[in-house]
């Protein structure tokens, strides 16, 4: 029989489970990551680059202050072991207090703070109502939060992958629908709250939880005990995520529409290494998390989840690098051209990140989250000065200083993650490696086509074009140096298209 990608082994009732997650949650990364690019797509070409200014900063600010929501609450009650029914059902009440607490708190907190918010960032007056309505996704994550924790728990990737496809549908029709009625910003605030609660809504539908009030003194200890590291990484990786935006909403060398262009572009790069990383964390540490105490699987489930989001993440980076001018000039049209220098360099931090993504559910799954959290120490140590620095360059200086520290800190998440796996370098690294050449090599071939067909070819039908030649070249590599994983790679879509997730 062979063995899951992700979960690497286990009983076969786990392991039909696990293929049932990636078919849902792989449905949920098309239908989203397509349904997100028309979305985005489409509004800018009703809406004017600096629209999307304040919108950008009131998530980045959303982002910044919701570190406190949880805890680490919820990747602690996925990780815990269960004794039996009562102690599940404390431990579900437990985490759902303790969650809406701090969610509730943060909303006070946040609310009461608005004035001094907007009093920082004067160069963008609508702030403050913005604020006012997009906090209140606090509200929605008290009671949310912990629905959707249990349905990773219980590996019901189908029921979650069900309230993100309505989500984004949500925010599509209502976002495109307030901006053909001229609503401007506040169509990009309608469609981001109204998605929120439709997913808060089923969320609770789908787990069939049913809250009480309560708090288990020994579960809240293990969870906080588990909890505090992730929730240190968290902190840190919500404020180090959101920092670039922060610091140039208050910039005075950033003009006018240049936040919201880098928000965009940020977004379409990051669009692929947020869905893989959903997949990897969402599927992968609770399916680790029954495996944990077997090494030789675990190490086997690292590997293939490492090579498989390679072969994903690498060739949709180089590929946006590649298309980049012509892909903004077709989807963004001429308002937005200055998105696709930024979109060249954010290519590539998010394939990084997305690669890199793999390591995060191994070092929770094995109960190391301190790991995590060191790491990160390192990671925003570098983060913050460089950023600062390079602001001075514009959002050009920006990307890259975001890029640099990931580099290092996921060259130390590989290191330490082949030391508790007891991995050799070149085991981890060869098989990356020549994905890399693979993806290189497509990106040389498609710029040598576009040099071919000059500047008098409609962006169109160069994207186009572009797009089929780099397909093609990158499948013919891997056909070469990944049989192996391919053929692997064809089981595991066999399997996940059978597999039941009530099995």
């Known amino acids: 029989m062979s063995a899951s990608p992700i979960a690497g082994g286990g009983t076969p009732a786990l392991q039909n489970r696990v293929y049932s997650g990636l078919k849902w949650v792989g449905i949920t990364m098309v239908l989203l990551r397509c349904t997100r690019f028309v979305t985005t797509a489409v509004l800018t070409w009703l809406l004017l680059p600096a629209v999307f200014d304040e919108m950008t900063l009131a998530l980045a600010v959303v982002g910044s202050l919701g570190v406190v929501r949880e805890f680490g609450l919820g990747q602690a009650y996925v ?14 009440d437990t985490a759902f207090t303790l969650t809406m607490a701090f969610n509730l708190g943060l909303f006070v907190l946040a609310w009461t703070a608005i004035p ?14 913005i604020l006012r309505v997009v906090f209140l996704t606090f509200v929605l994550d008290a009671f949310a939060n912990t629905p959707g924790y249990i349905l990773h728990k ?100 950033i003009g006018k529409g240049e936040l919201g262009m880098y928000g965009i572009a940020s977004n379409l790069c990051l669009l692929p290494a947020t869905q893989i990383t959903f997949l990897v964390g969402r599927i992968a540490f609770p399916a680790l998390s029954q495996i944990r105490d077997d090494t030789a699987e675990l190490r086997r489930a690292f590997l293939k989840a490492l090579n498989h989001v390679s072969v994903l993440a690498i060739p949709v980076g180089f590929g946006l690098w590649a298309v980049a001018p012509d892909l903004v000039a077709v989807c963004y049209g001429k308002n937005f051209q200055g998105i696709a220098p930024i979109v060249a360099v954010l290519a590539f931090y998010g394939m990084l990140m997305a690669v890199a993504s793999v390591s995060g559910p191994t070092f929770q799954a094995i109960g190391k989250p301190q790991v995590l959290f060191h790491a990160s120490l390192v990671h925003h140590a570098i983060l913050f000065p ?30 330490l993650v082949a030391r ?84």
Not at 80 to 92: G, I, S
Not at 191 to 220: C, E, N, T
Not at 393 to 410: C, D, E, K, R, T
């Open 154 to 253: 219980d590996l019901r990737f189908r029921h979650f992958s069900a309230t993100e496809m309505w989500a984004g549908v949500t925010n599509a029709v209502i976002a495109i629908g307030m901006a053909l009625g001229g609503l401007e910003v506040w169509s990009l605030v309608g469609g981001f709250l109204g998605s929120r609660a439709i997913q808060a809504v089923q969320l609770f539908h789908y787990s069939g939880y049913r809250p009480r009030l309560r708090i288990d003194r020994s579960i809240a200890s293990e969870l906080f005990h588990f909890g505090k590291y992730m929730w240190g990484f968290a902190a840190l990786s919500a404020v180090g995520g959101m920092f670039d935006r922060l610091v140039m909403g208050h910039a005075a060398n």
């Open 116 to 129: 001094w918010i907007a009093e920082y960032y004067p160069k963008h007056p609508g702030l403050a109502p």
């Open 386 to 415: 460089l950023v600062l620095w390079l602001l001075r360059y514009g959002v050009l200086g920006v990307a890259v200083g975001i890029f640099v520290p990931l580099v290092v800190s996921s060259a130390i998440g590989f290191v």
């Open 420 to 503: 508790c796996l007891t991995l050799r370098a070149s085991t981890l690294l060869v098989p990356i490696a020549k994905t890399l050449v693979a993806g290189g090599a497509m990106a040389l071939c498609v710029k040598l086509l576009q040099s071919a067909l000059g500047p008098n070819t409609k962006e169109s039908v160069r994207l186009a074009l572009s797009v089929a030649a780099g397909v093609a070249v990158y499948f013919a590599i891997i056909r070469l140096t990944h049989r192996d994983l391919l053929k692997e790679f064809r089981q595991t879509m066999r399997r996940t298209a059978v597999a039941s997730e009530g099995a």
């Open 79 to 92: 990780q815990m072991k269960v004794r039996d029914d009562a102690h599940l059902a404390a431990a579900k």
